[in-house]
T-cell receptor
Framework: DAGVIQSPRHEVTEMGQEVTLRCKPISGHDYLFWYRQTMMRGLELLIYFNNNVPIDDSGMPEDRFSAKMPNASFSTLKIQPSEPRDSAVYFC?????????FGEGSRLTVL | QQPVQSPQAVILREGEDAVINCSSSKALYSVHWYRQKHGEAPVFLMILLKGGEQKGHDKISASFNEKKQQSSLYLTASQLSYSGTYFCGTPRWSNYQLIWGAGTKLIIKP
């Protein structure tokens, strides 16, 4: 079975540009999470969904960030406009029975 | 409240044992352990629930003492493949909203 699939793996963009990160969770998993990891702040939960419904987005830094899950097999995290402080590795994870399965991450660099 | 992990880093020779601790200032009903190798995603190790149980995963085991609000991860006869950063996660409101410790970096030398 394929794991969690994220794209792009690497993104370099300029400040002010829109960034869209994509995630395909493991089939059958009913929870999907978006995390951000930086050296300074560690691993932070941004938002999570249960059965495609956003449950808690209190970790989303500000209105520039938005996430959607239009169906059980696809989710996006959008940053508009992007800023240099958004540079980080963004992980998507899906879960069943409490165990998190992480994708390989999307490394975002905002210049 | 972020759980506190100790030590921050440890260097071992292959075959030596290590203990990594995770403590919280709030009552816990579960502790989650993950390992992340450099440049890779975190990988699940185990979840410990209330009851002071111990769990094992290969030569890695863990205990959970909810009265002391802490968990310890034990790595026995460490192998090179154990190198990485170990994170504990504790629930904020539910098992799906984890707050992560800062991590313990484990380096195993041959």
């Amino acid at each position: 079975d394929a794991g969690v699939i994220q794209s792009p793996r690497h993104e370099v963009t300029e400040m002010g540009q829109e960034v869209t990160l994509r995630c395909k969770p493991i089939s059958g998993h009913d929870y999907l999470f978006w995390y951000r990891q930086t050296m300074m702040r560690g691993l932070e939960l941004l938002i999570y969904f249960n059965n495609n419904v956003p449950i808690d987005d209190s970790g989303m830094p500000e209105d520039r960030f938005s996430a959607k899950m239009p169906n059980a097999s696809f989710s996006t995290l959008k940053i508009q406009p992007s800023e240099p402080r958004d540079s980080a590795v963004y992980f998507c994870a899906s879960s069943i029975a409490g165990e998190l399965f992480f994708g390989e991450g999307s490394r975002l660099t905002v210049l | 409240q972020q759980p506190v992990q100790s030590p921050q880093a440890v260097i071992l020779r292959e075959g030596e044992d290590a203990v990594i601790n995770c403590s919280s200032s709030k009552a816990l009903y579960s502790v989650h352990w993950y390992r992340q190798k450099h440049g890779e995603a975190p990988v699940f190790l185990m979840i410990l629930l209330k009851g002071g149980e111990q769990k094992g995963h290969d030569k890695i085991s863990a205990s959970f003492n909810e009265k002391k609000q802490q968990s310890s991860l034990y790595l026995t006869a460490s192998q090179l493949s154990y190198s990485g950063t170990y994170f504990c996660g504790t629930p904020r409101w539910s098992n799906y909203q984890l707050i992560w410790g800062a991590g313990t970096k484990l380096i195993i030398k041959p």
